[in-house]
């Protein structure tokens, strides 16, 4: 039983559907295919869920694991947990079965939530897993299509289907005592870095992150949007969050496809949209794209990556008449910083914005010395959204809060504006022959480039340079460029110690499920390079 005090300042993710659906009870919130709810119901089926996880005996603060694709069912299912007072673990549905264990074991999942075309990974050789609950492929995509009960399903001792689960269930808020601190998220590092990481989010983060967004985003009741990016990635499920705190309708896409973001802009008269930078140039570059009508677009949002300036230029012009860029981490939870559109082409470089509502920036040295406006050092921050701390790692979680701020790894400086202006990320600036070279400087080089797609810059090992500029290079389609042409453009816009020592031309590069590249595999897979060339 929750006292009158946890009641009257309780802060929890779970009570958002809730709030909302006093508001706007009737209004459409998800879009999935055929299916669709409203904010009454989507509560209701949230409540559902959360009775049932507790009536199979989970308790507060037990650890449940999705491994899901996008669809309602996830999204029911993570709010879900949030009412329960349980954690809400998702995985990259990319990963190996031995990642997947080793995240299951350090949290010590008790169920894990998987889709049905997702089993014959966890049926692969590893640690027994969890209990099981199903989200049935067929029930997803035609609601109201009985499913057959999963007890019996080959190779798992308990397996229950998704939609057993809200049978016979209260569709009233559980009670349970939550508090603003509690973990809500463990929500493990994307894998930039060849280490995964799991961050412990709290009910706080997330409920102030999403009221941040909802002002610096420019969020509107009557927006329509749509959620493109896995929901177990941090950014699209801080939109998802944002935009059910605003009450406004989301569609919810399965993965990218440009002529389906296309038609359901039209349908369904989409207002907002955040999509990665090569999913904006693919919708500008299609060849059915006069087909279809954008004039509902009122705001576009990109992140992960730069865009060119022309890039930017068509779609603002095409498109959308507003763009900004957000920025944030996993351990910030986003987003941190957002690049208004005001200033998309008032100021040049790799800016990622102003500080957000709910935290603050500074630049520090390696001393731990906050540096005034202009000087480059680390970007640090503080507030709380803030990660609680890496799970089971005190070592990390000491490291990244050294001298009070938490330690982001990205390099740059803030300008006489207040706008954070990139370099690089700590770990990606390159020591070659005494000289520090920013490997974001000549990948901006080189994608000024009319023939280069997609560029990356990492220091290689070297017996002179001890790490040498490299870079790694991906044609456009029918594009014949070689390494002297590409050098000699790089020796008309950098210094000579930026000039890549070598270039070398891949089909295409290894990359998260948005869109960052995996330097680390690059560095790990040529770092012979050098000595093979002697």
């Not at 706007?24 to 009775?51: M, W």
């Not at 009910?203 to 959620?227: F, K």
């Not at 609680?388 to 000491?398: N, R």
Request: net charge negative; proline share 5%; aromatic share 8%.
């Amino acid at each position: 039983m929750q006292t009158q005090t946890t009641l009257i300042n309780r802060v929890a993710i779970g009570d958002i559907p809730r709030r909302v659906a006093v508001l706007h009870p009737d209004k459409l919130a998800f879009i999935d295919g055929e299916s669709r709810v409203t904010y009454r119901e989507f509560d209701q089926r949230c409540n559902q869920f959360a009775r049932y996880l507790l009536g199979r005996g989970l308790k507060k603060g037990d650890a449940v694991a999705c491994l899901c694709v996008n669809s309602l069912d996830f999204i029911v299912a993570a709010f879900g947990i949030a009412k329960a007072g349980l954690i809400w673990v998702p995985m990259n549905v990319l990963l190996k079965r031995q990642q997947l264990d080793y995240i299951l074991d350090k949290v010590d999942a008790k169920l894990l939530i998987v889709d049905e075309a997702l089993l014959p990974v966890m049926r692969q050789a590893g640690r027994p897993p969890p209990d099981l609950l199903i989200i049935d492929d067929v029930a997803r995509v035609k609601p109201g299509v009985p499913v057959v009960p999963r007890e019996a399903t080959p190779g798992f001792t308990r397996a229950t289907s998704f939609a057993e689960a809200f049978a016979g269930q209260a569709t009233t808020d559980p009670e349970v005592d939550i508090q603003d601190r509690d973990t809500a998220i463990v929500m493990f590092t994307s894998g930039t870095t060849a280490e995964q990481k799991g961050v412990v989010i709290s009910h706080l983060a997330v409920y102030l992150a999403t009221l941040n967004n909802i002002i610096e985003m420019e969020m509107q009741t009557d927006d329509v949007t749509v959620a493109i990016l896995p929901f177990f990635h941090c950014a699209q499920h801080t939109l998802v969050s944002s935009f059910l705190h605003r009450g406004a309708t989301q569609i919810v896409m399965r993965g990218f496809d440009a002529e389906t973001l296309m038609r359901h802009i039209t349908n369904h008269r989409v207002t907002w949209c955040f999509a990665l930078p090569t999913m904006w140039r693919a919708v500008l570059d299609h060849p059915e794209r006069a087909k279809y009508r954008f004039d509902s677009m009122r705001y576009g949002l990109y992140a992960m990556t730069p865009m060119d300036a022309e890039t930017l230029s068509r779609l603002i012009h095409e498109i959308c008449p507003r763009f900004a860029l957000s920025s944030g981490q996993t351990e910030v939870y986003p987003s941190a910083c957002v690049f208004r559109p005001e200033y998309q082409f008032t100021k040049k470089g790799q800016y990622w914005g102003q500080q957000g509502l709910t935290c603050e920036f500074q630049i520090m040295d390696d001393a731990g010395n906050l540096l005034p406006r202009g000087q480059v050092g680390e970007l640090v921050v503080r507030g709380p959204t803030v990660l609680m701390e890496y799970l089971k790692d005190e070592a990390a979680t000491a490291a990244s809060r050294e001298h009070g701020w938490h330690h982001t790894g990205d390099l740059g400086l803030i300008d006489e504006d207040g706008q954070f202006l990139f370099s690089d990320r700590k770990k990606d600036m390159i020591k070659s022959g005494g000289e520090n070279v920013a490997s974001c400087t000549v990948e901006g080089a080189l994608l000024g480039h009319p023939g280069v797609a997609a560029a990356a810059v990492v220091g290689i090992p070297h017996d002179y340079w001890i790490e040498a500029v490299t870079a790694f290079v991906v044609p456009k389609p029918g594009s014949a460029l070689g390494e002297e042409e590409i050098v000699a453009w790089c020796r008309e816009r950098l210094g000579k110690h930026e000039v890549p020592k070598r270039v070398v031309f891949l089909e295409r590069f290894p990359m998260t499920v948005t869109g960052k590249i995996l330097k680390h595999v690059i560095r790990s897979e040529h770092a012979e390079l050098f000595r093979e060339a002697e």
